[in-house]
Every structure is written in structure tokens, then in C-alpha cells.
């Protein structure tokens, strides 16, 4: 009688304790408060630009696979491919309860559905003519176009957020643009409608990356739940542009297994690259995932030159040179930033106070319990 009624008393516990331990993970991972917590707390400044800049020397392998060797040369269509595909796996993760909830709208309703709108076309208008511009320029080209983001991401901030940045991050920008610049020059080929391209993807590019970065800093969005509520207006726009920038004929691409494949790895890192985008953006700043791009193309040339016997020129290795030692500059003021403010976000964990030893005296519930706490 005895030894059931401890049964019992310990069963009742240990589904109280399981309970209690549900209801945590639940406010963990499915409010906005535990989810932008666990993001903070497990994807940190330099976790997601290492991730973010893995996946896009990645991705840009495989859409050379996809457009060089298996000749699929329909830059929207292909976004539209990697938006699509992500917005599947994000219906996935929403069936299965794994997609964080939206934050609680700290302003009317309306306002803050024009605001996600407004982020899902520029997304659209900055993936697609990103695109565009890589097919239509040299890459030399395409790359001097992305250093006229990043004053107009510094300048947009201070119109819009009033946001400053010190002198030690200017010059050390200044150094960046310059390195870029000559890393990229022997490469630079100039044609009027990718120079359009080119030009009229520089506004909506910078102001996707402030909204994002904003948004997630700001209202407490979590890069998956931004993702599942832009990327539907992003489908829509981009099948808006895709008559007007592709190429004819995508209906009567022979498709065939090694296309199907190469486009599906594609797709999927498409997916992780906006992902790891996303999560850059909201560890860091617009500027900075600016400058890890720029970070990227330098060490891509430095991979041609060091295992594909590519010969970039002296002049070349030297600006890139000088761009990666302004982007070390940069990053470790902005990662020092970073941490500051992100110590003063998480909140502080309580130290478990300490109990006094049992006495033979106490009941044997409170055994019960004890033990039912440690399970």
C-alpha cells in the first residue's frame, strides 16, 4: 500500500515536472519573445556571417553549374525557383508547429502590413535585377555597382533612422570601396542597359537590407517568420518582372535529370543563403552585410589565384589586399558593437539558490519531489 501510493505520488510529479518543462519549450520556441531569445542566443554576429558567407560561395558554384554548364539562363525565373522552394519548406516547418510566431505589432495593424509588403517587393525587385545585372555586366562591373550600396545604405539610415556611424567605420568603408574598386577594375566591362540594370538595382538592394535589419532589431521578427509573411508578395513580383527581363523561351527548356538536380541544389541553397542572409542582417546591420559581400568576392579572387592558377594582376591583389584589411577594421568595431548591445538585450539568467540538506525528519514527498525535479 505503501510502495503504491509512492507510485502514485511520484507519477503525479513527474507528469507535473514533464508538463512544466512542454510549457517552457513552447514559450521557447513558439512565442516571438522565445524564438527571437533562441536566435539571439545560439546565431550571433559571427556565427551568422560565417554561415551566411559559407552559403553564398556555395550558391554562386552551383548557379554557374546551373547557367554555365547546363545552360538555364533565366535569372528571374530561376529566383522565382528559390523563393518558391522556400516557401514550401516554410509551410512545412508551419505544419509541424516549427515556425516561430509573428511579434506583436507595436504599431495600427495597416501600417505594419504595408511595411512587410513593402519589404516583399523590394526583395523582388533587389533578387531578380541582382540577377539581371550579374548576367547582363562583367563581374567588375557588378561589383562597383555594390560599393554605390553602401553609402546609400549609410545615407538612407540617417534620413530615415537618424542613424550615425563614427569616423574610425567611415574611413575604414572608404578603405573598402577603394581595395574593391582597383581589385575589380581589369575586369570592368561597360554596357548601356546592364549600366541601367545595374543602376536601378542600388536603391531597392539598400533598402531591403535596412528593412530587414530593422525589422528584426527593431519589431523582434525572427528571420523565418519575416521570411513566411515577404515571401509570398516577393513570388508574385517576381513573376511580374520575369516577362520583362528573361530571355524568351523558358517554356521550351529540355529538361532532364542532371537539370532537374543542379536546379533543386540551387533551389535549396537559395533558401539558406535567404535564411543566412536574414539572420546577418538581424545580428548585425545593412552596412555590414554589405561589406561581407565585398568580403566574398575578395576571397573568391584570392581562391582563383591560389588553386586555379587564375592571374588577377599585381595591381588587382593589392586593392584586395587593402579591402580586406578595411573590412577586418570594420568588422571587429561593428562586432564589438554588436556584442555590447546584445549583453544588454538577453536577459539575465538567475543562479539557482541553493537548499539546505534534507533532514531525516522531512516527508518522503519532498524525496518524491526532489527526484521528480531532477528528472
Known amino acids: ?32 519573445e522565445g524564438a527571437k531569445r533562441q536566435q539571439q542566443r545560439f546565431c550571433g554576429p559571427v556565427v551568422a ?14 548557379n554557374k553549374l546551373v547557367m554555365g554548364r547546363i545552360g538555364f539562363n533565366f535569372p528571374i525565373f530561376l529566383t522565382l525557383i528559390h523563393y518558391i522552394t522556400a516557401w514550401s519548406l516554410l509551410a512545412i516547418f508551419k505544419a509541424f508547429s516549427l515556425l516561430p510566431v509573428s511579434p506583436p505589432s507595436k504599431t495600427a495593424p495597416s ?35 555594390k560599393i554605390a550600396v553602401t553609402p546609400t545604405i549609410v545615407l538612407a539610415e540617417f534620413i530615415l533612422f537618424r542613424k550615425t556611424i563614427s569616423f574610425k567605420k567611415v574611413l575604414a568603408l572608404a578603405v573598402v570601396s577603394v581595395g574593391v574598386a582597383v581589385a575589380t577594375v581589369t575586369d570592368l566591362q561597360f554596357n548601356w542597359f546592364g549600366a541601367l540594370v545595374a543602376i536601378a538595382w542600388i536603391i531597392p538592394s539598400a533598402i531591403n537590407k535596412i528593412l530587414w535589419s530593422n525589422l528584426q ?19 508574385f513580383f517576381l513573376l511580374v518582372l520575369m516577362p520583362w527581363l528573361d530571355p524568351p523561351g523558358v517554356l521550351s527548356f529540355q529538361w532532364n535529370l542532371n ?13 539558406l543563403l535567404q ?19 565585398q ?15 587564375s592571374d588577377p594582376g599585381s595591381t588587382s591583389i593589392c586593392g584586395a589586399v587593402a579591402a580586406l584589411c578595411g573590412m ?33 525528519g522531512e516527508s518522503l514527498e519532498s524525496d518524491v519531489k526532489d527526484a521528480a525535479n531532477v528528472v
Request: with cysteine; glycine share 8%; hydrophobic share 45%.
Open 217 to 235: 532589431q527593431q519589431g523582434h521578427w525572427t528571420a523565418l517568420a519575416l521570411m513566411w509573411k515577404t515571401t509570398p508578395t516577393t513570388v
Open 328 to 360: 577586418t577594421v570594420y568588422t571587429s568595431q561593428n562586432l564589438q558593437k554588436s556584442g555590447e548591445s546584445l549583453s544588454k538585450q538577453l536577459p539575465k539568467q538567475n543562479l539557482p539558490s541553493s537548499r539546505p540538506k534534507p533532514n531525516d
Open 275 to 293: 535564411w543566412s542572409g536574414a539572420l546577418a542582417l538581424g545580428a548585425t546591420s545593412a552596412t555590414s552585410h554589405v561589406v561581407l559581400g
Open 259 to 271: 537539370s532537374i538536380a543542379a536546379v533543386l541544389i540551387s533551389a535549396a541553397l537559395g533558401f
Open 1 to 32: 500500500m505503501i510502495l503504491n501510493s509512492i507510485w502514485f505520488s511520484y507519477s503525479k510529479l513527474s507528469g507535473r515536472a514533464l508538463e512544466e518543462l512542454r510549457s517552457t519549450l513552447y514559450n521557447e520556441l513558439r512565442t516571438s
Open 295 to 309: 568580403f566574398k568576392t575578395c576571397m573568391i579572387m584570392f581562391g582563383g589565384y591560389l588553386f586555379f592558377d
Open 111 to 145: 501600417h505594419e502590413s504595408h511595411l512587410l509588403f513593402s519589404l516583399g517587393t523590394v526583395m523582388a525587385f533587389a533578387s531578380g535585377l541582382a540577377n539581371t545585372s550579374l548576367k547582363h555586366n562583367s563581374v567588375g562591373f557588378y561589383q562597383m555597382a
Open 49 to 62: 556571417m560565417v554561415f551566411n558567407f559559407m552559403v553564398a560561395v556555395g550558391i554562386i558554384m552551383a
